[in-house]
Each structure stands twice: as structure tokens, then as C-alpha cells.
């Protein structure tokens, strides 16, 4: 079911199942989607990794994703578009900006269980409910089930990924995040991050630590590695473009530093994908 607005905001809730299941690889510009697996054993390729979901696994995805079917049973699916909520305009409410979406270099995936769960059907009902009632106050409350939505996903993956209790300590992770989502192909060390964020280099690699997490470095790498591996799979671009693009003056330190990550050269791993 759609809602489709005057302003062209759009949101689509879906029970994709085999028959139907083209929808998930629909594209469509400045959306997001999340994926709530409802049964059985699902199989995607996201940017080039298979992935295995199964019952109560939620992921979340960008139109940057590419997405491919290998098995579907039954997904829960939940599209918008930036007309009808922009998260990071309203990152006061939500506070997903750098942690579900536009910043984690891995697949953001959650898994809900307990009093969670319960908290999710009962959204989902009430989205389904709200989607058929065609009256002025409809996108008002198509609004507030996602915000209640993304602020319930928030809190399992804070949860999940032991973020810290300290709200000004979870800020810092997060903006670090969106920044390197922003900034990755031009800033390449944590001192350059920091001066972004007015912290200290030690302020932040000390708050990443105590969560247990990836260096900030990491994060930076890993998310260059992301951009290089989807543009050597999905793009036409030659390696020497490819390095320039994530911030690469020379094609030999692009190619030392994609073999260190992914064991083979860069030209090697755009061959096999081919």
C-alpha cells in the first residue's frame, strides 16, 4: 500500500513474499528502506556480500545500496522519501543520522526480541491501519508511526552495538559517523574529523574505545572500502578513476591499500566481479 502526497512525499508498506519481490530492488531516489524479515530464511547480495536473514532480523538500507535477490520467504518492507521525512533534518526526533542511516560503513542489521517485538506489531497494525484512512490527518499520522518506528530501531541497535548511556558520548559516535559518510573521499585522518567536531583526536578514539568498537580510523577505511568495492563492481570506471574518486592521487597506494583489506588487487577483484 502507498500514500502518495501532494508535496510528493511517498511511503510504501509492503508483505513481500517471492511472488512480489521485485519491489525490493525497485529504485527510487532520496528514499530509505527497511527491510523486516518475517519468516524463513532470506538471501541478499548487498554490494557484492551475501547476506542471510532470518526470522525478526530488520535491515536497513539507502538508495546507495545495491541489492540482490537470492531467496525470499516473507519481509515486512517500509520505504519513504525524503519529501515525506527527512531524517537528518529531523535528527532532534529520531537520532538515527550516523548510526541506522548515512554513516555506518557496515550493514546496519538489528535483531528484535522481547517486549521490542510487541512494541513493533503494534506499530506495524496501526501503520497498516493509518495508510487506508484517506482524510487531511493522514500524513500527520503516517509521520508519527515512523518517528516512533525509527526511535524504537534506534534504540535496539544502541542497545545491540553498546553504544554509551551518556547521550553526549552517543552524539560523538554518531556525528563522527556522518561525517566520515560525508567526507570520506576528501579526509582521510581522525585529526581532520576532530577539528569538524571541535573534540580531540584522544576524546574520540577514548569513546570508541570504551564501546568496544573499531578505531575511528577503521571507520574511515573501511568506509573507502565500501566506495571502491561498488564502484570496481557496479560502475564502468577504470582503477586509476576509481582511486582519484575516494581520495587517491596515485593508483600504486590505491592498489596497496585495496589489496591489504581484500586480499587481491584491485583490477583482479573488478575482473572477477565482471
Known sequence: MKYLGNAYEYLRLETVEPENSEI????MEKSLTILWFESGVNELIIDGEERTFVKNDMVFLTEFHNVKIKRIEKVRFL???QAFYCVQDNDIEVACKGMLFFGASELPVIKISGDFLEKFETIWKMFNLEIHDDDHLQLNMLQMMLRRYLILC????KKQEHYPDKKVESDVVRDFNFLVENYFKTKHSLAEYAKLMNKSSKTISNIF???GSKTPLQYIQ????????RLLQYSKKQVQEIAYEIGYNDIQTFSRFFKNNEGISPSKFKEVHL
Open 24 to 27: 525490493l530492488i525497485e529504485p
Open 222 to 229: 573501511d568506509r573507502k572500502m565500501l566506495e571502491a568495492r
Open 79 to 81: 520505504r519513504f522519501n
Open 154 to 157: 534506534t534504540r535496539v541497535y
Open 209 to 211: 574505545s570504551r564501546i
